[in-house]
């Protein structure tokens, strides 16, 4: 299973058998059989808001694909000599955008138009500089770290994580759960999971 995921991943094999390639955000849980773990085979995930940095493309281009690097102009050997794009005065902008469209500490995430004025941009420079740089609006950004917050808490109650995650109740939890993850909460944890699908890359 590959659950929805802000982070771009670079990927590549350390014996050079596969070239490498860059995995974009999944927005869509998937559901695998008849994976073979790839030996040998390294990813480095670059944390959301620094994939455009990185890749010098926005990353909206490539949301729920995976990308040859060789389609960037870039250096392979260059990039890991360097280990990560040059500093960009963005960055620390979409840095604080993603804390607070967030989820995690109980407290509702951020709304686009609020965030805006606290960032002192305009509502629709954010929209269009977040979705370049994440690779997804806003509010899917939003929905992603709510799911995540569930994920990564199995044992506890449903209520509970409801809370934490800063959906506004449990009913809420469900219809957003099921929409990413193609089951609602207790089939997922229960391990009624949708249908598998052949992985053939």
């Known amino acids: 299973m590959e659950a929805p995921d802000h982070g771009t991943v670079l990927s590549w094999s350390v014996d050079g058998t596969s070239a490498p390639v860059v995995m974009g955000p999944r927005t869509r849980a998937r559901y695998w059989h008849n994976v073979k773990a790839a030996a040998g085979c390294v990813r480095l995930r670059v944390a959301p808001g620094l994939g455009h940095a990185l890749l010098g493309r926005p990353v909206r281009d490539i949301a729920d694909r995976a990308v040859p690097l060789s389609e960037f102009d870039l250096d392979f050997e260059v990039l890991m000599r360097d280990a990560g794009p040059a500093p960009d005065r963005r960055v620390g902008l979409l840095r604080q955008a993603t804390a607070l469209f967030g989820a995690g500490s109980g407290a509702q995430p951020e709304q686009v138009q609020k965030a805006a004025r606290r960032l002192h941009v305009s509502e ?10 994440v690779g997804m609006p806003p509010r899917l950004y939003t929905q992603i770290a709510r ?6 808490n199995p044992g506890m109650p449903l209520p ?11 009913s809420h939890m469900t219809a957003e759960f099921r929409r990413l993850m193609g089951a609602p909460p207790a089939a997922f944890r229960a391990g009624r999971w949708p249908a598998l699908e052949s992985c053939t890359g």
Do not use: E, N, P, S
């Open 124 to 133: 629709r420079h954010l929209r269009g500089l977040f979705t370049d740089a």
């Open 147 to 152: 799911v995540r917050v569930v994920l990564d």
């Open 160 to 170: 509970d994580v409801a809370m934490l995650a800063g959906y506004y109740d449990q």
